[in-house]
């Protein structure tokens, strides 16, 4: 036995699941990965963590790591952790979503998560597309990219999820993305950190369609075009709009602390059981 | 009011007795959606459960509060939920993967008129097919249809034992007639009511099996945070919980769903069989129409004609071995529903074609009387 083992094994589930089922050059991987280290720094408990996810690639995620896991129907993954983290509040409360998944068929569940402020981490990986059923278009697809359901070029707006969820109330609100790991895994420690919901979007690169469909490349040409197309928000802030254009910020948005569902809730009980006294 | 009101008598509604019912079944977790006509079970939960310190929450939808409370319930909350009609069909979803999964869960749908959007504030019993097979795949179903107000009451609490002890949703549902009629109710002392707490496993964390393989079919389940660490997911899986394809696992786990209910028929089955041994016609009915035909009965008992009732307390299992014993020796079988004809096929399924199965459909939004029944009755003698 090595004197030391990687400690992403400690985080792994040994028998049966490996390999996964992701494509060479996923990104959603190294989100994976990121949140591993994000957990072991923190220094959680396994038996506390409860990862759930819904449908599509990234929701694939749960059963890969040796947490509580729950891998729902597609889009609810919010709304089973709600109910989970509400009859054992002592669970801390991981979803992982895609954009599909999330800003979708889910785009109700987050929007009331984020209203709530329940206190639930959701970690979203943006590949721009439904990757599992071959690459569709997805409410985050940009105006004009190619997918198998926009053959023509896609004519709808997309979603900004960070100013979706910031708007509707979530506490925390970042975005990161595959190839600034360093940056990512910080964003996510920080989101586990806290209360009230909290929101991670990472971007990350789907070569297998949406980089075939738009003539992006290899996997290594989508992480340069993550590298080349963002830009960190101090970074942004020191620069000119020009300088700017086009590319996406990266960076924690928000970072309140609104008082999480779970703790209103508690002081609800709290009230009526005293008046009840009364 | 509250708290349930142990041993004491009163004039109650029947979603409120469902709300009480569910209080001392000891439920921790309820997750809703308004609407009629079952919003009253959440609204008396909604004002009792925070006093008690137990979780209570209105989602922004039907299916966000079916997955809710299969969450819940995963990690070890007694939990509820209350519909109808649209909002029943929207949790067919959560229904099939509270099935595939092997959640205990209640789901509490108070029926009235459809399709769609219907007849809201009115009765029928349109769902007794949707509550067998609405969910897509083969599944197991547990359907209790209370009649009066006490079994309201009664059935709640029996729905939180038996998703228990068999491991699945179990749906109770009243007609729209039922949750909310108010009559006269007595309530049980509280000793007097037998809880089933909700299972725990017994065997050290490496042993564990999610799904393990028992005489019953059913195995205790661990519960998210317990230290019994599994996956859950709705793809098919092996016994650890684990997606799976491999044949045998898949035949197994899709065996065992079905056998863990049809082996155990007799704990699941519960009829109402009034002297159907020595009467000319049967009235096979279940719910509200219950209650008319036992009106019907009594009428007609004075015009000397003799009018036996079947009714399945339990409508899902059916009970086909004791509808084949008891009623397929009969001339006429009268099934009143309050649909274009539902539960009417398992009684044609299980009896020959020597025994007349007549049909007595009303589908207006109104309840079947005892003077409809009356005269389907002489009209088939």
Request: glycine share 10%; net charge negative.
């Amino acid at each position: 036995m090595p004197a030391r083992l990687p400690y992403a094994y400690k985080y792994l589930r040994a028998k049966k699941k490996f390999p996964h089922v992701w494509c060479p050059g996923c990104g959603i991987g190294i989100v994976m990965g990121s949140i591993i280290r994000a957990i072991d720094s923190l220094g959680w408990d396994l038996d506390d963590i409860l990862m759930v996810s819904g449908i599509g690639c990234t929701s694939r995620m749960p059963v890969y790591v040796d947490f509580n896991t729950l891998h729902t129907t597609h889009g609810r993954a919010l709304a089973f952790g709600t109910g989970a983290k509400m009859a054992n509040p002592k669970l801390k409360v991981l979803a992982v979503m895609g954009d599909g998944d999330s800003m979708a068929i889910g785009g109700n569940h987050i929007i009331h998560a984020s209203r709530r402020n329940m206190d639930i981490t959701a970690i979203i990986v943006n590949n721009n597309n439904y990757g599992m059923t071959g690459g569709q278009f997805s409410p985050t697809t940009p105006q004009g990219a190619k997918t198998s359901t926009t053959p023509y070029g896609m004519i709808e707006p997309d979603f900004d999820i960070c100013k979706l969820t910031e708007a509707a109330g979530a506490n925390f609100v970042a975005r990161g993305d595959v190839y600034h790991v360093i940056e990512l895994d910080g964003m996510i420690k920080k989101a586990l950190s806290g209360s009230g919901f909290r929101v991670v979007e990472a971007l990350a690169p789907c070569p297998t369609n949406f980089g075939r469909a738009n003539r992006q490349g290899d996997a290594v040409n989508m992480m340069e075009l993550l590298k080349d197309n963002t830009i960190n928000i101090a970074q942004a802030s020191k620069l000119s709009k020009e300088k700017t254009e086009g590319k996406t910020v990266r960076g924690i948005f928000v970072d309140r602390d609104e008082i999480g569902y779970l703790e209103r809730y508690e002081e609800l009980c709290d009230r009526v059981l005293s008046e009840v006294k009364k | 009011m509250s708290g349930v009101p142990w041993g004491e008598t009163k004039l109650v509604q029947g979603n409120e007795a469902v709300a009480l019912g569910a209080l001392a079944a000891g439920i921790d977790f309820f997750a809703g959606y308004p609407i009629t006509p079952s919003t009253e079970v959440a609204e008396i939960l909604a004002r009792e459960m925070p006093v008690i310190g137990k979780k209570w929450i209105q989602m922004e939808d039907e299916i966000a509060s079916i997955s809710a409370i299969i969450g819940g319930s995963l990690a070890g909350g007694r939990s509820m939920t209350a519909t109808s009609g649209p909002g029943f069909s929207l949790m067919q979803e959560g229904l099939g993967y509270a099935c595939m999964t092997e959640v205990p869960l209640v789901l509490v749908n108070v029926m009235r008129g459809g399709p769609s959007t219907g007849l809201p504030t009115q009765v029928a019993q349109g769902d007794v097919m949707q509550a067998r097979w609405g969910t897509h795949g083969d599944h197991p179903a547990i359907v209790l249809a209370p009649s009066d107000v006490k079994e309201c009451f009664d059935l709640t609490v029996k729905a939180f034992n038996l998703a228990e002890e068999f491991r699945t949703p179990v749906i109770l549902m009243p007609d729209e007639v039922i949750g909310h009629m108010r009559e006269k109710l007595t309530f049980p002392k509280e000793e007097e009511v037998c809880v089933i707490p909700p299972s725990s496993p017994d065997v050290p964390l490496e042993w564990y099996e999610h799904y393990h393989t028992s005489a019953t079919g059913v195995s205790p389940m661990a519960h998210f945070g317990s230290g019994y660490r599994f996956h859950v997911t709705g793809l098919t899986h092996d016994t650890h919980g684990f997606p799976t394809r491999k044949v045998d696992e898949v035949v197994s786990k899709m065996n065992r769903l079905k056998q863990k209910i049809t082996r155990r028929l007799d704990v699941l089955e519960n009829n109402m069989i009034h002297d159907v041994e020595n009467c000319d016609v049967v009235i096979f009915c279940y719910g509200s129409v219950y209650r008319s035909a036992l009106a019907a009965q009594k009428i007609l008992a004075k015009q000397r004609k003799k009018v036996g009732i079947f009714r399945p307390v339990t409508i899902w299992p059916f009970p086909d071995r004791t509808v084949k014993e008891m009623l397929d020796s009969k001339e006429v079988i009268l099934v009143p529903e309050l649909n274009q004809g539902q539960i009417i096929h398992e009684v044609e399924r299980l009896t020959s074609d020597s025994v007349r199965v007549v049909p007595l459909h009303r589908f207006d939004g109104y309840e079947i009387t005892p003077e409809q029944l009356v005269a389907a009755v002489l009209e088939v003698m």
